[in-house]
């Protein structure tokens, strides 16, 4: 699949990593639907010029998540729908048990997991019946999925248990659902991106952030968000990159 004149949904798209995979997707001469909650996506749409449009949706909802599959669809016209580069999602932070020995709040836990597992689940589902109808280009390939996991889903730190549980969910879809997905000719592929430069890092105190970039072998700073941009890119391209999840790291393994 080649990234040219082909459409393409991308969650989160609003910033970080899904605003960067945008940009990098119209460069190359593709088309984008950029869905997000944020009113910021529209403005993203507006500077990426003709070839993207902005929806304003929840990850987590049906209507929402249907509605920017059909503008997608329309917007690649008879190409359809090619390809899914899902971003969004939330960081928490929570301690089973706090310093006076208070459990963590369930709410919380099971907001977490609804944005992270089954909004991924959602975007997939819809997406893939969207692809399932495209022609089928060489190999036979109709779409691709590519989902953004965590290295927090394999080495998940103090406090991560939400996060983590959430991320190593999207890491244990991967492979069932390329299993399944393959019979239609779509891909499914995830990415695990370690400490990267993104709204998220924001509210992190410099010095946290200094001492995450130190604990990266190489190269020893934060990831950038092209960077990932870059890799999804590779994977729309490389069709023999199916059912796995691919660690975008520098080599960081969280303590």
Do not use: W
């Amino acid at each position: 699949m080649q990234v040219k004149d082909n459409t393409f949904l991308i969650t989160g798209a609003a910033s970080g990593l899904g605003a960067a995979t945008a940009e990098r997707l119209v460069a190359a001469g593709g088309r984008v639907v950029l869905c997000d909650l944020s009113e910021a996506v529209e403005t993203h749409a507006e500077t990426l010029g003709e070839a993207a449009r902005a929806v304003r949706g929840d990850v987590t909802s049906a209507d929402d998540i249907q509605a920017a599959v059909y503008a997608a669809v329309a917007l690649g016209g008879e190409r359809g729908l090619a390809g899914v580069v899902h971003c969004a999602g939330v960081v928490s932070v929570a301690k089973l048990l706090d310093r006076e020995g208070n459990p963590a709040d369930l709410e919380a836990y099971a907001r977490t997991v609804q944005i992270n597992l089954v909004g991924t689940f959602n975007v997939m589902r819809l997406a893939s019946a969207a692809m399932a109808g495209n022609a089928a280009g060489e190999d036979g390939e109709r779409g691709v999925i590519i989902n953004t996991a965590s290295v927090a889903a394999f080495d998940g730190q103090v406090g991560q248990c939400a996060y983590s549980a959430s991320k190593a969910g999207v890491v244990g879809m991967s492979l069932p659902a390329a299993r399944e997905l393959s019979r239609h000719g779509i891909r499914v592929m995830a990415i695990a991106p370690g400490v990267f430069e993104t709204p998220m890092m924001g509210d992190i105190p410099e010095d946290a952030v200094a001492a995450l970039s130190a604990a990266v072998p190489f190269p020893k700073r934060l990831g950038r968000p092209d960077e990932f941009a870059r890799l999804a890119e590779q994977i729309v391209t490389n069709p023999m990159l199916n059912g796995e999840v691919i660690r975008l790291d520098g080599g960081i393994r969280m303590q």
